[in-house]
């Protein structure tokens, strides 16, 4: 069975970008246009963030916030409880060190209750799905209307649509009741190999929660064949070492150079990015675009010299800095649309992946053939309200390349001197590479169709 090159190289690798050197030999389209920094903020949910090692080859621990007294090896509990809301996000892969040996990979995700009296923790949203079979990495048009939910491909991609929709998907209990001083699991999934060809599968989870009193938490890893046990995952954690082999470590921050932005193993502090104040926004003049970016990044900030990466709180010395391409956050964008003018005027809003700068320049650039290195998949949603002033939300799927300029999400007709409100929405999928733009442009034909 045929497996999608993120999977075999990880979809770390879609963080580096075209050599410099093969990018000049593709022809390239220059969009002068002003990039501006993106309206609002992260917010201040903390979130279990386990995604390094991406490639599980042995059992251990992959990330503990548990404290470090009483452990068989310290260094590996990064000593953080949570409290209220919080994500857990994971993303890995099983490849087996041995090919004869097909003994399944479980990810579990452990919690404890330090305190006196019980904790619940309610599951709000909570979706996780393999690769193999569940979803497949497929070939899929650039745009496709997805209100039923049923485009995806790859397991990021499929959860993140899930969440979209508020979804706890089958499986998963609206709550879990800790004892004082107890454990209990979160979850406890397969990630199988068997039957496949190569003997590699990947696993993406994503769970919104809130907890009634402090608890901390593990991501761990363990082969069987059959599911772990509390008390199998317990041991674990008291005796277990990272996993190994590690990924690949780091740039420091401030070095120049190439930057390896690294794996994210920690508690990253942000799930959502929102703008609670709304300006209206003057739509650009006719003719011209402004664009917002979409996970900005250290090298990638679109001239904007805006960050947009969660801050990580905790994390280990040998993994990522920062949450790079802040996977599984959700972008919430309310776009009061403003026509100044005192005549009708059509504009036109897209989601488009340019070729990645940092400096500021002249505008975006893009490829005018982009190559064939998916750089964004996933879906958006679109609430807002149509010409005749009905309510409309869409949820569309995208596919797009590096340098790809994306299609129309949406075309509206403003009036002089009309607000139209556009909210924008997606989380952000674990294989997509940033940074991505929001792109409004006021075309100079009012009149022209969608």
């Known amino acids: 069975m045929a497996i999608d090159w993120r999977w075999r190289l990880g979809s770390g690798a879609a963080l580096v970008i075209l050599s410099p050197v093969l ?9 002068p246009q ?24 042995r059992g251990g621990i992959l990330l503990s916030t548990f404290p470090p007294a009483g452990k068989a090896n310290p260094k590996a509990h990064l000593n953080f409880a949570f409290r209220d809301r919080f994500d857990i996000f994971a993303h890995h892969i099983a490849k087996p060190l041995d090919p004869q040996d097909l003994t399944p990979l479980y990810l579990g995700i452990l ?26 990495f497929r070939p899929l048009p650039a745009q496709q209307a997805n209100d039923l939910g049923q485009i995806f491909a790859g397991p990021g991609d499929r959860v993140m649509l899930d969440i979209l929709q508020q979804r706890r998907q089958p499986g998963w209990p609206a709550q879990i009741v800790i004892s004082p001083g107890s454990y209990a ?54 005796e277990g070492e990272l996993v190994t082999p590690r990924d690949r470590p780091p ?9 390896v932005y690294g794996r994210v193993a920690g508690v990253a502090l942000g799930s959502r990015w929102h703008n609670p104040q709304q300006q209206p926004i003057p ?58 003018g005192d005549r009708p005027q059509r504009v036109r809003l897209a989601l488009q992946t340019p070729l990645k700068f940092d400096a500021p320049g002249e505008g975006l650039r893009f490829f005018a053939e982009p190559p064939n290195r998916i750089f964004f998949r996933g879906s958006v949603r679109l609430r807002f309200r149509d010409d005749h002033g009905t309510p409309q ?3 569309i799927h995208l596919v797009q390349r590096q340098g790809q300029q994306g299609e129309d999400l949406v075309r509206l007709t403003l009036q002089p001197q009309e607000i139209r409100r556009v909210q924008f ?17 006021t075309l100079a034909d009012p009149l022209s169709r969608p």
């Open 111 to 136: 919690a404890y209750n330090p305190g006196p009296k019980p904790v619940t923790v309610n599951l709000i949203h909570a979706a996780s799905y393999l690769s193999q079979p569940q979803a497949p």
């Open 185 to 238: 699991l979160i979850a406890n999934l397969p990630i199988p190999v068997e039957g496949l060809d190569p003997p590699l599968n990947g696993r993406s989870l994503l769970i919104r929660a809130r907890s009634s009193g402090e608890i901390y938490l593990a991501s761990l890893a363990r082969f069987g064949k059959e599911p772990p046990t509390l008390e199998q995952w317990q041991q674990t954690l008291l």
């Open 393 to 395: 939300s869409r949820i």
């Open 34 to 57: 002003r990039v501006l920094p993106l309206p609002g903020a992260l917010d201040q949910v903390p979130v279990l963030n386990s995604n390094s090692p991406e490639v599980v080859q």
């Open 283 to 340: 739509i650009p003049e006719v003719g011209t675009a402004f664009s917002y970016p979409i996970s900005s990044l250290v090298a990638g900030r679109l001239g904007t010299g805006q960050i947009q990466t969660a801050p990580l709180v905790r994390r280990y010395p040998d993994t990522a800095y920062a949450a790079h391409g802040n996977y599984g956050v959700e972008y919430d964008l309310i776009l009061p649309l403003q026509n100044t």
């Open 251 to 259: 740039t420091p921050p401030h070095q120049g150079g190439s930057i």
């Open 425 to 441: 929405t997606l989380l952000y999928p674990p294989d997509a590479t940033p940074p991505q733009v929001l792109t409004i442009e």
């Open 23 to 31: 990018a000049q030999t593709l022809a390239t389209i220059e969009r």
